[in-house]
């Protein structure tokens, strides 16, 4: 069968090289480790561990056999499409950089890949996103032809939010392998909000970013994923931690075909810690996966995981947590939950925490539910004059607000509170 | 108001209820007592509309209304309130966006706009005064964090913002203390007109010191088994139920 369980790699990467080619940027040595693992592993499907409920391998089969797409460029009504008062806007149209409408913050550098300072790359690309342990990676540093690169100087705290609008705009069946890198140096401060917009013709989504955050950096990382239903993405990202910073990373999903999320945050120093938080409304026939991995490699850290889901119509939602705590990383304080609402019989919660604790000092929890809207309260409510839609709707609201209310910056809140309220009509 | 016929219910196949008649009349404060188990808080639960109990047999009518007709949210639009007697902690849903939910559907259902801001702020805080409610509840998640008191006292404010037409108040005495007991009863009688009517569903005596009823019922094994005026209660307080639970046993035989 290995022949078989290639054919769809080898398709896919004739395929791209046909419309990308090889990454321009990464080094030689690493598309040949990276295209030697998809030669040996191949695109996973649901007999590999990790992509149990992910069957990419199916999804490529049957969705990109060809991409006879192309990528149409948008640049005119961005500003009057997509702007956030107060903030640092930054247009990335088919994972291309819009120098003309962007508004760079003059203290950051913020670039297209690559144009990128070599040694910068050479210090930090696929430092923290190994080719060797996943398809997607290894594909994304194979093809990747595009992405940002956006470094905060050692020192400078951002006045303002940093707002990246994605849009994706191709004709027919296109596929991205899109590379971010974010450099965030000591001592240095920043919020980055990235949102997704519903994407114009069907994509396939490869986007890979690798964060680095210097000693006492602080990282606010925001990301809203709504690229609508013909939208198919693997959004891998990869986070690693000097000591003393703080990492925040908020995804709320909303749409998407599939969403594939591997998120990997790697705490290599001490004292430094991490919060995840997670929001996720699957309607229709969504596909949604978040996996996560935090990996204490050092003692005194702190990590800290929230991931709710509200799962409707014939939906499958899936959280797969797993923590390391390595043998050196004694005195770490690892938490995780996941709650989970089923608004309907068709829909499906996966839910899977995996703690592997090699230090014998050290503070972990996990926990996950997975129910329905909480009878109790909805009758409380009923009892008082508010009819069942509406209680329903209040309690899902305060079951999100605990992750909403977790958002640094206000504008971004008040976003993501809209399109969870449209979300939910 | 309120007309309970031969009410028959029970939950999981168990028979709770053995045929309940009530009569409320407006104007009217009736007590319910009884003994642990005999069916109290299921009365309540009946009336409210609590799905868990199938009603067997009988009838409600409530302003000539079907009673059991109607789903529990249009029970509270036509004027039903039922104060529990464990009230729910709802984390995430502020008091105040709650209760202007609640006015502003029942506003709806009778056709009315909804409240103004300015009015239902003025509304909130002279309701707050009512039951000595600090401010600072109101803005918090329902009843989350709420000390036992304060979540009884939380039932009257939530009553005194409805204004309803029949208030039940099931146990709203249990884990009250001396000063919280006042309050809560202070507030209830404030709102005692003549064109409502309350039921006090109580296990002590306690509570009627300060809520004074119209007609005591004394509920066991699931029927109204004796009705009296008020110092039935006071006999009840002198001798227990063992007297009231030796009879009816004994009857039945």
């Known amino acids: 069968m290995v022949t078989d369980k290639l054919t769809v790699t080898h398709q896919l990467s004739e395929e791209l090289s046909k419309i990308s080619g090889k990454a321009g940027f990464m080094p030689a040595a690493e598309i040949g480790k990276a295209l030697q693992y998809l030669e040996e592993n191949g695109i996973p499907n649901n007999k590999h561990e990790d992509y149990k409920y992910c069957n990419t391998e199916a999804i490529i089969r049957k969705e990109f056999k060809t991409l006879n797409g192309k990528e149409i460029k948008v640049s005119k009504n961005l500003k009057q499409d997509y702007y956030v008062n107060g903030t640092y806007n930054i247009y990335v149209v088919n994972g291309k950089l819009d120098t003309k409408n962007s508004e760079f913050p003059a203290r950051a550098t913020l670039t297209e890949i690559e144009n990128a300072p070599a040694d910068e790359l050479k210090k930090h690309l696929s430092a923290y996103a190994k080719s060797t342990h996943d398809a997607f990676t290894a594909l994304n540093s194979a093809y990747a032809d595009r992405g940002l690169f956006l470094k905060i100087t050692a020192g400078v705290v951002l006045d303002k939010t940093i707002v990246i609008h994605h849009i994706i705009n191709s004709e027919d069946t296109f596929f991205y392998n899109i590379r971010n890198l974010f450099v965030v140096e000591k001592n240095a401060q920043v919020k980055i909000t990235e949102t997704f917009y519903p994407a114009t013709g069907k994509n396939f989504c490869n986007n890979l970013t690798e964060i680095f955050t210097g000693e006492h950096a602080q990282v606010n990382h925001c990301r809203i994923q709504n690229a609508g239903n013909s939208f198919y993405g693997v959004d891998t990202v990869q986070v690693a931690q000097n000591r003393y910073s703080n990492y925040v990373h908020s995804v709320f999903t909303f749409s998407g075909a599939l969403v594939r999320n591997n998120l990997t945050v790697s705490l290599n120093d001490e004292f430094s810690e991490c919060h995840l938080y997670g929001l996720i409304l699957g309607k229709n026939q969504q596909n949604i996966d978040n996996h996560t991995l935090v990996d204490h490699q050092k003692p005194n850290c702190q990590s800290n995981e929230l991931y709710k889901g509200i799962a409707t119509d014939n939906c499958m939602l899936t959280f797969n947590g797993q923590i390391f705590v390595e043998k050196d990383a004694q005195k770490t304080n690892a938490y995780q939950s996941s709650k989970n609402i089923l608004l309907s019989d068709d829909a499906t919660v996966n839910a899977k925490p995996e703690l592997e604790i090699y230090a014998n000092d050290v503070k972990c929890s996990h926990g996950t539910s997975t129910g329905k809207v909480d009878e109790n309260a909805l009758f409380y409510l009923k009892a008082r004059g508010i009819g069942e839609d509406k209680a329903k709707k209040l309690l899902l609201h305060a079951f999100a607000h605990e992750v909403i209310d977790k958002i640094a910056d206000v504008d971004t809140a008040m976003y993501v509170e809209m399109l969870f309220e449209h979300s939910l009509n | ?253």
């Open chain 2, 1 to 253: 108001m309120l007309s309970v016929k031969n009410l028959h219910a029970e939950i999981n196949g168990k028979k709770i209820l053995n045929g309940i008649n009530l009569e409320v009349k407006a104007g009217e404060i009736h007590a319910i007592m009884g003994p642990n188990g005999s069916g109290k808080s299921t009365l309540s639960a009946v009336l409210a509309g609590r799905a868990d109990y199938d009603v067997t047999e009988g009838k409600v009518s409530f302003n000539g209304k079907d009673l059991l007709e109607l789903s529990p949210e249009d029970r509270a639009r036509e004027g039903l309130f039922l104060a529990f007697q464990y009230p729910v902690e709802i984390p995430g849903v502020s008091n105040i966006n709650f209760l202007r939910t609640a006015l502003n559907e029942i506003r709806a259902y009778k056709g009315l706009p909804n409240i103004e801001a300015k009015d239902f702020l003025a509304l909130v805080k002279e309701k707050q005064a009512l039951v000595e409610l600090d401010g600072k509840l109101a803005n918090r998640s329902v009843n989350e964090g709420f000390s036992g008191g304060e979540k009884k006292r939380n039932e009257i404010f939530q009553m005194a913002m409805l204004n309803p037409m029949l208030a039940i108040l099931d146990e709203t005495d249990s884990g009250l203390d001396i000063d919280a007991l006042r309050i809560v009863a202070t507030g209830v009688n404030k709102l005692k007109r003549k064109d409502n009517a309350t039921i006090v569903i109580t296990h002590y005596q306690r509570l009627l010191d300060y809520i004074v009823p119209d007609f005591v019922h004394i509920l066991y094994q699931g029927k109204i088994v004796k009705s009296g005026g008020k110092e039935l209660a006071l006999e009840l307080e002198e001798n227990g139920y063992d007297e009231i639970k030796k009879k009816y046993d004994i009857a039945h035989v």
